[in-house]
């Protein structure tokens, strides 16, 4: 606010900057590790799990701002302002991957998501957007007081807040499987589960992503999911591990119905940010099938290993499907992709990175997509359990629907007969965005190519996770 | 002690009552009314578990603060002050009976046969141990909530003003 | 006579909690949405007011506080919102939960 409209520049080159410089404590951290470390009397706590986790959001941060520059400029948004919130929501999911006491995580959790609320109405004059803000906060702020109502219940049985004392004070007392710690789980799944957005709560989800900025949705669909992810997993492991049985089965039914309504609504949608709305409902229930299964068998290692995996790639690829929305939605300017017939010829370079991406969420070998659903598939089947392969299956036919709407995309925009010539308009395609295809592309196919490294991070994070 | 219990028991039943006419009444005045009302005799029934700091809070900081916002949307949204049968969701009513109905049993259920009836403690002022405690244990979230109240501040300033200030700024 | 116990407490924040949930369910102001999400979280304060007496010990009370300060800052975002809203289309009024379209 303070600095005349030409030099906002430098806020983005500088959060760009701070950004890039946090990774270095990582790094070091990284380095140096022995032993998880623990801080505010086991409140908090430093482990590989949780700098891993640090570091992807930290690049989802970055990537987002890239994408950011030229779209907040163009629009006369607030910059400074809309660069600190993000900030603010990178802020609360490193302190949710690294919290062990159920205040710090409730403010981690609020503090991700509370700037998101105000970045989604961001674009002030949109009605559209107006309503996705408004929903997305009411219902936001309704999974807040659920969550927190698990946690007072959890509070009010074993009076203790940090997760280790309360998890031995329930197997102490044998109160695992006793129906207050189910109805505290059940309140806790539902609240994150709007964060998530996993089936029966994420009506508002496709609204929202419609009307923000799309930075934001890209965000929103990839960090806050991550968030909520990360919350969820640090809670049942550590918190309800003893009554896995039972979340287990709940988490199943869930994770079913997400793939499979998420799919199937995707299959009619025109708009593209809606199709990813979608699309991103559905990978959210293969993110939290293996959770569900490793309730169930009790092998939370492997469930973690898997959803982990599974996250980080998923977060490179959506962030790329955002791109090339961005890209193509600007040229065309409809926000209906059956007209975007041909546009791939215009800028073969944007049409080959789109291509790359959605077959990439479809699971296509050899890009990432499929990796991440091969390890999935592999935790389901391994479980030797009965419902995991029938999780299994469930996930398998999914992925041959998915296929059917991420295909449909590529073959418009390279196959289809363009349906108005405008030879003159440029395909506008500015540096910031070529860095963030470049980065995501070059993840998408490594990740595919050779696995190896992502796994290496995904058993890391499992098997260094502190208590 | 009786008076004691017939007061707390006076509370119970008037809090409750107070919260239902948050929900039902179709005039959006009253229900922040009520809802101060509530708050109120929530904050009475700390005081009566000798919880005072965090009565205070909650009087200084909901009513004081929460509700005239509310207060304040009301009058900013002109929304229609006096009887407005457009506040429901007649199709919704049904369902959300059974459904609050079929929770709140589930819930007191489970509570009720989750903790042992023991009495509760009502005795011991604790403030200066809060503050204590409050930074030093939990001095990491204390610091975090000032991010969350921050972000919230510059969020809700730059959301809610007019957008002529843009336009001022280009002239500058 | 009738003592004072802890069920009391939880089973008036269980009453309290499904009150606001109902509200929830059948209102379509956002406002009143919001003040029903209020006594939700108000049920929250109680119960973790009476867990803390209950084991006479401090920590569900900072608890309050903290859900305090979130609930305030949770209602500057709601408000901002809702200005912003209303400078468009003039009421406050939404179907939050019916998906509006497909």
Not at chain 1, 133 to 160: D, E, M, P, Q, T
Not at chain 1, 414 to 428: A, G, H, L, R, V
Request: charged fraction near 10%.
């Amino acid at each position: 606010m303070i600095l005349p409209r030409k030099s906002k520049y430098y806020v983005a080159a500088f959060a760009l900057l701070g950004t890039l410089f946090s990774l270095a404590p990582l790094v070091i951290q990284w380095a140096n590790y022995t032993s998880p470390i623990y801080a505010f009397e086991n409140s908090f706590v430093v482990d590989k799990f949780s700098i891993i986790l640090k570091g992807l959001f930290i690049l989802i941060t970055y990537l987002t701002f890239l994408l950011s520059i030229n779209f907040i400029e163009s629009d006369k948004y607030y910059q400074g302002e809309y660069y600190y919130l993000l900030l603010s929501s990178l802020l609360g999911a490193l302190i949710v991957s690294s919290s062990r006491d159920l205040l710090t995580i409730f403010i981690g959790i609020e503090l991700a998501s509370t700037p998101m609320f105000l970045l989604s109405g961001w674009k002030k004059g949109d009605r559209k957007s107006n309503e996705g803000a408004i929903k997305f906060f009411l219902l936001g702020v309704l999974s807040a007081s659920l969550i927190l109502y698990g946690f007072s219940l959890l509070y009010g049985l074993s009076g203790k807040l940090v997760f280790s004392e309360i998890s031995s004070h329930l197997l102490s007392a044998s109160l695992a499987n006793s129906p207050v710690v189910l109805l505290s789980a059940i309140l806790v799944i539902s609240g994150i589960g709007f964060k998530i957005s996993v089936v029966p709560f994420h009506s508002w989800a496709p609204d929202t992503y419609e009307g923000a900025p799309l930075p934001v949705t890209a965000y929103l669909s990839v960090s806050s999911k991550a968030t909520g992810f990360v919350a969820l997993i640090i809670l049942l492991t550590k918190v309800f591990a003893g009554s896995g049985s039972s979340w287990g089965i709940i988490l199943v039914i869930i994770s079913g119905l997400t793939m499979t309504l998420g799919n199937l609504v995707a299959l009619q949608q025109n708009n593209p940010v809606r199709l990813l709305a979608y699309s991103s409902i559905s990978q959210a229930g293969f993110i939290l099938a293996p959770i569900a299964i490793s309730g169930i068998t009790g092998d939370y290692q492997d469930g973690i290993f898997a959803s982990v995996t599974y996250l980080i790639i998923y977060a490179f690829m959506n962030l790329g499907a955002f791109l090339s929305v961005h890209l193509f939605s600007n040229y065309a300017g409809s926000t209906n992709f059956y007209e975007w017939g041909g546009v791939a010829r215009k800028s073969p370079l944007a049409g080959v990175l789109t291509t790359v991406f959605f077959f990439s969420l479809a699971g296509i070998p050899p890009l990432g997509g499929w990796f991440a659903k091969f390890v999935v598939f592999r935790s389901l089947l391994g479980s030797a359990n009965s419902i995991g392969i029938a999780l299994g299956v469930v996930g398998a036919i999914n992925a041959v629907i998915a296929l059917v709407y991420y295909a449909r995309i590529s073959k418009v925009i390279w196959m289809d007969e363009p349906k108005s010539i405008n030879e003159e308009k440029i395909f506008q395609f500015e540096n910031p965005l070529k860095v963030v295809g470049v980065f995501t592309v070059l993840i998408t196919f490594v990740s595919g190519i050779f696995p190896g490294i992502f796994s290496y991070l995904g058993e890391v994070s499992s098997i260094f996770f502190g208590n | 002690m009786e008076i004691f219990e017939i007061v707390t028991y006076f509370v119970l039943l008037l809090l409750v009552s107070t919260a239902v006419r948050v929900v039902t009444t179709s005039n959006v005045i009253h229900a922040a009314i009520s809802l101060v009302f509530t708050l109120a005799l929530t904050s009475v029934l700390f005081l009566l578990l000798s919880t005072e700091f965090v009565a205070l809070v909650l009087v200084l900081v909901y009513i004081g603060a929460v509700i005239v916002l509310f207060l304040f949307g009301i009058m900013i949204t002109r929304a229609p002050l006096g009887k407005n049968a457009e506040l429901d969701n007649d199709k919704n009513k049904k369902l959300g009976a059974a459904i609050a109905g079929s929770i709140f049993f589930l819930f007191s259920y489970i509570l009720v046969n989750g903790f042992d009836g023991e009495v509760i403690i009502t005795s011991g002022s604790s403030t200066e141990l809060l503050g204590e405690i409050l930074l030093s244990r939990f001095v990491f979230p204390f610091e975090l909530v000032s991010f969350v109240l921050l972000a919230a501040l510059i969020g809700g300033i730059t959301l809610a003003r007019k957008d002529e200030a843009l336009i001022d700024e280009d002239q500058v | 006579m009738f003592e004072v116990t802890t069920d009391w407490y939880l089973t008036l924040s269980a009453i309290l909690f499904s009150i606001g949930f109902f509200g929830m369910m059948i209102r379509k102001n956002a406002l009143i949405m919001f003040m029903c999400i209020e006594l939700m979280l108000n049920a929250v304060n109680l119960t973790f007011i009476s867990a803390s007496k209950h084991f006479g010990q401090i920590d569900g009370q900072i608890a309050v506080f903290f859900v305090l300060v979130v609930a305030a800052a949770e209602v500057v975002v709601g408000l901002a919102i809702i200005v912003s809203i209303f400078r468009k289309q003039s009421s406050a009024s939404v179907d939050v939960l019916n998906v509006s379209r497909g």
